[in-house]
């Protein structure tokens, strides 16, 4: 499986992927005691490159005997329309367990984006593991890094989101909520065209922080090749749960 050809893939590749990791046939990833688990959570983020916006996480736990059928569209989130994205948005989360969560800028600012990632993802992952009420579970990440203070079996998975059905889940479930987000706080500083570039330092962006500054929504620190100035307001001090 883990030499299978992304482009000739199908939907069905992506849920047996999960199918072997659950039950530790892919034994070059997993080395845990257990010879099989009873549930699989994929979690993955969105939100590590732009320099507005707090960084987004979901985890996804698929329930039993779903219609798999429903899910011929499943892929990375960067690879499907927005539209697709929209219509599996809520086909996700009426076929699984899942938890959103989000981690806002100033602790984006205080730990780092990448620690801010894990960070969502542990939170996300936790949520899904405290409702399915069970310990006899593997995560897996998307990305070459651990869930940092993690107490659960987890794997980390490099494009784990073209492999496995639940990371590519989750990847939706986390783009299309920071999607909305970004939607939201646009409303609020229209000039810098959020709604457009999602955070991402577009032209347009650059030119709107020269002219204006920086909001509360800015990640400074991804700014210090363009410009030099305090922060428009003052971000509040608040992980998004």
Known sequence: MENLRLKDRKNTDLFEFDKNIKTNSLNTLLGFELEKFQYIIGTDEAGRGPAAGGVWAAAVCFKENIDKNLFIKLNDSKKLTHKIRQE??????????????????????????????????????????????????????????????????????????????????????????????????????????????????????IESIQKYGTTKYHRISFLKNIINKSPRYESEAIIIN
């Open 88 to 205: 599996l948005f809520e086909v996700i989360k009426e076929n699984s367990i899942w938890s959103i969560k989000a981690v806002n800028v100033e602790k984006i600012e205080k730990i780092n984006i990448l620690n801010a990632s894990l960070l969502a993802m542990k939170y996300a992952a936790e949520e899904v593991i405290n409702k399915i009420q069970s310990t006899n579970v593997i995560t897996i990440a998307d990305g070459n890094k651990l869930i940092k203070n993690f107490p659960y079996p987890q794997q980390f998975i490099i494009k784990g989101d073209s492999k496995s059905a639940s990371i590519a889940a989750a990847s939706i479930l986390a783009k299309v909520s920071r999607d909305m987000y970004m939607d939201n706080i646009d409303k609020e500083f229209p000039e810098y065209d959020w709604k457009n570039n999602k955070g991402y330092l577009t032209k347009k962006h």
